[in-house]
């Protein structure tokens, strides 16, 4: 079955980096579009960024510069690299496979606060 395990969130101050890695098995990872998302307390879950299988890239206005996403077939696994990190970053971030049906991974989460 489809799994999705990601790691390396953490408490980070303004202005850190984290990088996230999500790990997928289950399914043919290089044909999947992957994505990001993010939710705060009390807000809707919302789209990051997002990597098509062949390496077309798109992110939410809020993160765009400060955040990238890569892919790496080989390792099946997918990276968010976050950079010049703000408080309003602070949320659990979830990976998914697939687009707009898909699976989620457990969510990681990242608080940036000084």
């Known amino acids: 079955q489809v799994q999705l395990v990601e790691s390396g969130g953490g408490l980070v101050q303004p202005g850190d980096s984290l990088r996230l890695s999500c790990a997928a098995s289950?399914?043919?990872?290089?044909?999947?579009?992957m994505s990001w998302f993010r939710q705060a307390p009390g807000k809707q879950r919302e789209l990051v960024a997002g990597?098509?299988?062949?390496?077309?890239?798109n992110y939410a206005d809020s993160v765009r510069g400060r955040f990238t996403i890569s892919r790496d077939n080989a390792k099946n696994t997918v990276y968010l690299q976050m950079n010049s990190l703000k408080s309003e970053d602070t949320a659990v971030y979830y990976c998914k496979a697939g687009s707009p049906n898909g699976n989620w991974g457990q969510g990681t989460q990242v608080t940036v606060s000084s």
């Open positions: 289950g399914f043919t990872f290089s044909s999947y579009y």
């Open positions: 990597i098509t299988s062949n390496g077309r890239l």
